[in-house]
């Protein structure tokens, strides 16, 4: 008989429960006494539905007030010792490695300078989580890190599930895995000499979980679908016959990506089962099902955890026949990966359109479809005749909808020519034509786009769509919004400006809700990190814009000054990439859909008077397979969309991009191929590192490295910018330098907005008469 079992589950409840329980929390109105039972109430609820499920185990260990490997930080003893710790409370600890520990200006430390509690120390660092929209908190290795086993919160979960009846599967994240989404914060320091310190405290924890009962234990291990160095790999099979000594019975769990070349090393380690991704990887699982041993278990994720289109039955059973067949050994089945990625049910969206909510699934549906799949394998498809009955109409009506498939769609697609993705001249022409249109001084000052979004344009944006206030009415409000922005940005002396983005609720749900082959839910919510919740829109059909949907703002701040004003818009990657997007036909068709939906408003804007266009494409990097082997087609694919959607303007009309927070070195040619004729990067937090890359490169287009970072309500001085341009004019010529922030602005408040572009356009003043006199006979 079949298993079914999943490796986690949505962790925020289906209210968000969790997020507003956390902020309560951290604003002192509940102790933690009462955010521990709000956690134990929502772990025991989504066990239940576990259970409700037919699921033969519920998997305790994937709950985490914050972030899984923060827990693991705590569980295992490594906490990095510049937070200098005493005597805090466990959860307290937690919290502030994860947030941050404020100086007495309220200011969180700065990374590049004393981090002692008294001047504030810095949180731990947060990336992405493989090449999900998910946020982890970054573990931190030097050689005087120890481990040891320092929190029985993973136990005492276990003895809660016990206690409420339930079988348990706990899932640790894997010691290689720990070892390698850590960063060494020493120089000259490897962090995989830690390896033979950090096993025996997995031996203890895995022998405690076996003393308490558990018979199997999920460990995650995804960097085996990473390129691995020989070290590592030839690390796991040493590693596991040390764990296999005094464990319960283990399941390897891989996900995201490919084994590949790691396909043999996988399924002849020391383990009791396998776990792989055959969503991702579905053309692995007949090797897997040849060299993984009968006696151990195979696992299949056969659902997808990382997106919400309802399976199609007949396509899962085709997938899973001839393994079910071919393995001798036990057969379960579950979701690819983790359920964390999509939002927990349906039953909260009421008012999402009937038609398109009958091809979604969620966490909950996804565990039902689970249920029903297995009866089906089993032979007892008559048991579940009505759903898989229910479940094909829905594939069919999807895939036959004309509400997906659009001809005018493909058609225009078809009619693509090799020289849609190139502007009309080389950069060094355009350059010329721009500087004379646009008369800017050197290192100009502008902004990346957004402003503070005040209480009273969130409260004029949510009466309006309550119907509280009229289109008119709305309008009125955010032109004042908007003319309020122009006039400070003015006062201030910036060179070129933005309209402040006061209409706008989100950079991709604002595009969304105006372009066709889109649908919003109400309640669709992921965590993105700790309490930070994100909804992302669903690309259910092919995209076309119908109408301008930025012309009219842009337009009207325009009309307020005689300076160059900014359109700004969302690039096709990074709508793609923070959206659930279609799995019916290749993600690059789709982004192409959305590249020239975008180049449509590129060419109105400028019809409209509006000379220099920002196309934001900050999730480039996050679209990047996990396997090298993908990259050059990926990265192709991405530039061609983004030279798509900006290509179709005059010499004279300067095009910009945004990118922020990630590592470019290795991506500089494919950002080049881009062809913006500015770029603008995050580059404060780095201290101008991030920069030297792109002087090495000798990067040809204009650049604006960040000068301040903007997620810190601290207000930099005029001379830590004078400082950090000095050194982005020692590696990329002067006269290609912009001077910006490292991001929007929206989350700011206005007061120390205003003092930090102050201090930004003094910088540039100052800098400017250096180079004056530099230049001077």
């Not at 290749?586 to 509006?610: C, F, H, N, Y």
């Not at 266009?613 to 082997?629: F, S, V, W």
Request: with cysteine; proline share 5%; hydrophobic share 45%.
């Amino acid at each position: 008989m079949t298993r079914t079992h999943t490796l986690g589950f949505p962790r925020i409840g289906a209210h968000r429960e969790l997020k507003f329980a956390l902020e309560k929390h951290w604003r002192g109105e509940i102790d933690a006494a009462s955010l521990e039972a709000v956690g134990a109430d929502l772990r025991a609820r989504h066990w239940q539905a576990q259970r409700d499920a037919g699921l033969d185990f519920v998997t305790v260990g994937d709950f985490a007030f914050y972030d899984h490997v923060a827990n693991h930080i705590q569980l295992l003893g490594c906490e990095p010792a510049r937070f200098d710790f005493a005597a805090e409370p466990e959860l307290a600890r937690y919290f502030t490695m994860a947030r941050g520990v404020a100086d007495e200006a309220g200011q969180e430390g700065c990374a590049h300078g004393d981090h002692g509690h008294s001047h504030g120390t810095y949180a731990l660092e947060m990336t992405k989580w493989f090449d999900t929209n998910y946020h982890y908190l970054v573990p931190e290795f030097t050689a005087s890190t120890r481990f040891g086993l320092n929190s029985v919160r993973l136990f005492n979960e276990v003895a809660q599930a016990q206690k409420l009846g339930h079988k348990v599967k706990a899932v640790l994240l894997g010691p290689l895995s720990f070892l390698w989404l850590g960063k060494e914060k020493q120089a000259g320091f490897d962090r995989f000499s830690l390896l033979d310190a950090l096993l025996p405290v997995y031996e203890q924890v895995l022998a405690r979980l076996k003393a308490l009962g558990v018979e199997w234990v999920q460990v995650d291990e995804p960097i085996l679908g990473l390129d691995l160095p020989d070290a590592w790999r030839n690390a796991f099979e040493r590693s596991y016959w040390q764990l296999a000594r005094s464990a319960p019975k283990l399941l390897l769990a891989t996900y995201f990506s490919p084994l590949a070349d790691n396909l043999r090393l996988a399924c002849q380690l020391p383990v009791a089962g396998l776990h792989v991704d055959a969503v991702r990887a579905p053309d692995e699982l007949t090797g897997v099902a040849d060299w993984l041993p009968a006696h151990k278990v195979l696992s299949v994720g056969i659902v997808d955890g990382r997106n919400i289109w309802r399976a199609d039955p007949d396509a899962a059973l085709q997938r899973l026949q001839p393994v079910a067949d071919k393995h001798k050994g036990e057969l379960w089945i579950a979701p690819s990966c983790s359920l964390l990625h999509v939002p927990f049910s349906l039953g909260a969206e009421t008012k999402l359109d009937t038609e398109i909510k009958s091809w979604l699934a969620f966490a909950v549906e996804k565990l039902d479809e689970l249920r029903v799949l297995r009866a089906a394998l089993d032979g007892d498809g008559a048991s579940v005749e009505t759903e898989l009955a229910a479940a094909r109409k829905a594939a069919a009506a999807r895939r036959g909808s004309p509400r997906v498939h659009r001809a005018d769609v493909a058609l225009r697609l078809a009619r693509t020519l090799a020289s849609d993705d190139r502007r009309v001249s080389g950069f060094a022409q355009r350059q010329v034509e721009q500087r004379a249109r646009f008369a800017l001084p050197p290192l100009p000052t502008t902004t990346i786009g957004s402003f503070p979004q005040t209480a009273a344009i969130r409260a004029a944006r949510a009466a309006f769509r309550r119907g509280e206030l009229d289109a008119g009415g709305y309008r009125e409000k955010m032109q004042a919004e908007i003319a309020l922005a122009v006039r400070k940005q003015e006062e201030l002396g910036i060179d070129v400006l933005v309209h402040g983005e006061a209409e706008r609720n989100d950079m991709v749900e604002y595009f969304g809700e105006q372009l066709d082959g889109f649908v919003f839910t109400a309640n669709g919510w992921v965590q993105s990190y700790g309490s930070r919740c994100v909804k992302p829109p669903v690309i259910f059909g092919d995209v076309a814009r119908p109408k301008p949907m930025t012309v009219e703002w842009t337009a009207y701040a325009q009309s307020l000054t005689r300076l160059p004003m900014k359109g700004m818009l969302t690039g096709p990657i990074t709508i793609l990439q923070w959206s659930f997007v279609r799995d019916d036909q290749p993600r690059s068709v789709t982004t192409e859909q959305i590249a020239w939906a975008i180049r449509d408003e590129v060419v109105d804007l400028e019809k409209a008077g509006i000379g220099i266009i920002q196309i934001d494409e900050p999730a480039i990097r996050e679209g990047l397979p996990l396997r090298r082997a993908g990259w050059k087609n990926y990265l192709e694919g991405a530039t061609r969309s983004f030279r798509i959607s900006a290509s179709g303007v005059a010499d004279r009309t300067q095009i910009h991009t945004h990118m922020c927070y990630s590592e470019f070195n290795d991506i500089l040619p494919e950002i080049a191929a881009m062809d913006a004729d500015v770029i603008t990067i995050e580059t404060s937090r780095s201290d101008m590192e991030l920069l030297r890359g792109f002087g090495d490169f000798k990067y040809p287009n204009e650049i604006g490295p960040g000068v301040y970072d903007i997620h810190s309500p601290r207000v930099p001085t005029t001379e830590e910018m004078v400082r950090l341009m000095r050194k982005a004019a020692a590696v990329v010529p002067p006269v290609n330098l912009w001077v910006n922030p490292d991001c929007g602005l929206k989350t700011r408040g206005w007061p120390e907005t205003e003092a930090a572009l102050a201090n930004m356009v003094e910088a540039a003043r100052v800098l400017r008469g250096e180079l004056a006199r530099v230049a001077a006979p």
